[in-house]
């Protein structure tokens, strides 16, 4: 990381942070060779106090020699949205491979949240709602489609999987989608990208087990169902006759650009609490 680079993420994250109490667990990171040589819990500011902390002296060194070749370290934040006992033990079973020769084996932690602090949600600009939207929250279902957890929002083929994803098998409020304008797609705060609702299809919305009585399910060559074109989930026929009455497909295309350019990549603030479906109506 570069000196630059790392001023203006201090300095956002101190503004966007300030009022944020939640725990998070942090490696700090050798750049020249990708090592980790510390692992830390903290909240608030505490992940930039290392950078001017020269009690811990094996630390202090390394910071010093890699600011000696022009760089700062690297700061990854492997969990995130902790209490204090959470963060402490991730912290603890991380350390717990301090003694592993190659430090950079710490792998992802706790609900594969690690990631360079520049990508971290608390650095996004928080969102403003402008349209009746409905948001799908798919922090579990992200990471088994999306290898490492990385979205392209400009490929086709990563915007219809997502699509595949936030559009189907989910308890809805049919009286609710016939007034909803945009589908926003989040995973761990951070709005990945923006689907239009189709009303000219049954109001945006049908029942699972309806879909399958209008033949809209395809049967695929290894014995699957496929709801029409989505050639990404598939489901077995127990998997459509348990949702049949109790959860839904959603109808619907990619925004055009500018309304996703309202949304895409910015920090929406909701509180799952295991319901990943939240309504915001704009008026």
């Given at each position: 990381?570069?000196?630059?680079?790392?001023?203006?993420?201090?300095?956002?994250?101190?503004?966007?942070?300030?009022?944020?109490?939640?725990?998070?667990?942090?490696?700090?990171?050798?750049?020249?060779?990708?090592?980790?040589?510390?692992?830390?819990?903290?909240?608030?500011?505490?992940?930039?106090?290392?950078?001017?902390?020269?009690?811990?002296?094996?630390?202090?060194?390394?910071?010093?020699?890699?600011?000696?070749?022009?760089?700062?370290?690297?700061?990854?934040?492997?969990?995130?949205?902790?209490?204090?006992?959470?963060?402490?033990?991730?912290?603890?079973?991380?350390?717990?491979?301090?003694?592993?020769?190659?430090?950079?084996?710490?792998?992802?932690?706790?609900?594969?949240?690690?990631?360079?602090?520049?990508?971290?949600?608390?650095?996004?600009?928080?969102?403003?709602?402008?349209?009746?939207?409905?948001?799908?929250?798919?922090?579990?279902?992200?990471?088994?489609?999306?290898?490492?957890?990385?979205?392209?929002?400009?490929?086709?083929?990563?915007?219809?999987?997502?699509?595949?994803?936030c559009r189907m098998m989910w308890k809805?409020?049919?009286?609710?989608?016939?007034?909803?304008?945009?589908?926003?797609?989040?995973?761990?705060?951070?709005?990945?990208?923006?689907?239009?609702?189709?009303?000219?299809?049954?109001?945006?919305?049908?029942?699972?087990?309806?879909?399958?009585?209008?033949?809209?399910?395809?049967?695929?060559?290894?014995?699957?169902?496929?709801?029409?074109?989505?050639?990404?989930?598939?489901?077995?026929?127990?998997?459509?006759?348990?949702?049949?009455?109790?959860?839904?497909?959603?109808?619907?295309?990619?925004?055009?650009?500018?309304?996703?350019?309202?949304?895409?990549?910015?920090?929406?603030?909701?509180?799952?609490?295991?319901?990943?479906?939240?309504?915001?109506?704009?008026?």
């Amino acid at each position: 990381m570069e000196k630059k680079e790392m001023e203006q993420i201090r300095s956002l994250w101190g503004s966007r942070c300030e009022n944020n109490r939640q725990w998070y667990v942090y490696l700090y990171i050798d750049p020249r060779d990708s090592s980790v040589f510390y692992v830390g819990k903290g909240k608030e500011n505490r992940v930039f106090d290392h950078l001017s902390d020269k009690n811990e002296k094996e630390k202090a060194k390394k910071i010093e020699e890699i600011r000696a070749e022009g760089h700062e370290p690297d700061i990854d934040i492997l969990a995130d949205n902790l209490d204090e006992d959470t963060a402490l033990k991730i912290e603890s079973a991380a350390i717990d491979l301090l003694g592993v020769e190659n430090l950079s084996n710490v792998q992802r932690g706790h609900n594969h949240q690690r990631c360079p602090i520049y990508k971290s949600w608390r650095l996004r600009e928080e969102v403003i709602i402008k349209h009746n939207v409905i948001v799908i929250i798919i922090n579990k279902f992200f990471p088994k489609y999306f290898d490492n957890c990385s979205y392209d929002s400009s490929k086709e083929e990563d915007t219809k999987k997502l699509f595949s994803i936030c559009r189907m098998m989910w308890k809805l409020k049919h009286d609710k989608i016939k007034n909803i304008q945009l589908i926003l797609v989040s995973y761990q705060g951070t709005i990945l990208d923006v689907f239009e609702i189709d009303h000219t299809r049954s109001n945006g919305v049908i029942k699972v087990g309806d879909a399958f009585n209008e033949g809209l399910f395809n049967i695929g060559e290894d014995g699957k169902y496929y709801f029409e074109d989505d050639r990404y989930r598939p489901m077995s026929w127990m998997d459509i006759k348990g949702a049949g009455e109790n959860r839904s497909i959603l109808f619907g295309r990619i925004a055009d650009d500018e309304t996703r350019n309202l949304y895409r990549n910015k920090y929406l603030k909701t509180e799952s609490k295991g319901n990943p479906i939240k309504y915001f109506m704009n008026g």
